[in-house]
T-cell receptor, first 116, second 112 residues
Framework: KAGVTQTPRYLIKTRGQQVTLSCSPI?????VSWYQQTPGQGLQFLFE???????NKGNFPGRFSGRQFSNSRSEMNVSTLELGDSALYLC???????????????FGEGSWLTVV | QKEVEQNSGPLSVPEGAIASLNCTYS??????FFWYRQYSGKSPELIMF????GDKEDGRFTAQLNKASQYVSLLIRDSQPSDSATYLC????????????FGKGTRLHILP
């Protein structure tokens, strides 16, 4: 059974550009959560999608957005990139809504974004 | 502010000894608790989850949960150099929020 797949794995962008990251969840999983990880702040929750609907959102500016498709694949977009957006972006999938009792989330390998 | 707190470490433990990692959380409504291991440059991988008060054992790993004290811990017996990693505690934020929030992690270093 394939795990969570994230693309691209590595990318370099310039300040002011935008970026789109993609995540394919484990087959059968309907929830996709996105996290940003930096050395100073650790893993910070961005948002979660379940059945194409955003269920939860973290404390990030509106430049960070996402969506989920009918096949449960998800994308996140960051517009007007800033140097501070350089981070590892992790996608995690689960069968049921993340955080629900008895539910666990599984991570992809992540997308390393460097903003220069 | 709902949060999960861990000592950042590094925690240095001799090979073969017991490593004890601790985590406290702020939301009394939390029901699900997870430990993830993350090697440098890699993504977090699930080690254990625990939902009920008490101990849960899986091989060399034991998770301990005390909801009254809002405290969860991970014990690693017979520590190996391959256990050197950052350990992340994760907690669901109660029934209505249903987010999973992570602590910043504890760096564990097993001394050969």
């Amino acid at each position: 059974k394939a795990g969570v797949t994230q693309t691209p794995r590595y990318l370099i962008k310039t300040r002011g550009q935008q970026v789109t990251l993609s995540c394919s969840p484990i087959s059968g999983h309907r929830s996709v959560s996105w996290y940003q990880q930096t050395p100073g702040q650790g893993l910070q929750f961005l948002f979660e999608y379940f059945s194409e609907t955003q269920r939860n959102k973290g404390n990030f500016p509106g430049r960070f957005s996402g969506r989920q498709f009918s096949n449960s694949r998800s994308e996140m977009n960051v517009s007007t990139l800033e140097l501070g957006d350089s981070a590892l972006y992790l996608c995690a999938s689960s069968l049921r809504p993340a955080g629900g009792y008895g539910n666990t989330i599984y991570f992809g390998e992540g997308s390393w974004l460097t903003v220069v | 502010q709902k949060e999960v707190e861990q000592n950042s470490g590094p925690l240095s433990v001799p090979e073969g000894a017991i490593a004890s990692l601790n985590c406290t959380y702020s939301d009394r409504g939390s029901q699900s608790f997870f430990w993830y291991r993350q090697y440098s440059g890699k993504s977090p991988e699930l080690i254990m989850f625990i939902y009920s008060n008490g101990d849960k054992e899986d091989g060399r790993f034991t998770a301990q949960l005390n909801k009254a004290s809002q405290y969860v811990s991970l014990l690693i017996r017979d520590s190996q150099p391959s256990d050197s990693a950052t350990y992340l505690c994760a907690v669901n934020m109660g029934n209505r929020d249903d987010k999973i929030i992570f602590g910043k992690g504890t760096r564990l270093h097993i001394l050969p």
